[in-house]
């Protein structure tokens, strides 16, 4: 198999020349982009499991207005046994 070849220029000695690309570059260039791919998976899965824990729902809304009722008469309580404390 042939290797690809790249120009390297260095302006100091005054030109380019051509150099081949070594087996180990292909490899370490291979691997980058595996390494990239794998990323990209994860990324994109921990995308999608932040999207799916905020999707809760109807049943978010209705946990919520439980809560604040039960607040609610919590506060009432107490204030009506404070009330009847004072009288």
Known sequence: ???????VCDLSRGGCQANRLTATDEIMERDSKRIAREWN???????RRRAASRDDGKWSI?????????????VIGI????ARLYR
């Open 79 to 82: 204030l009506g046994v404070f």
């Open 62 to 74: 209705v946990v919520w207005t439980v809560l604040e009722v039960m607040w609610l008469f919590g």
């Open 41 to 47: 998976r994860e990324i994109e899965a921990d995308i």
């Open 1 to 7: 198999m042939e290797q690809p070849e790249t120009a």
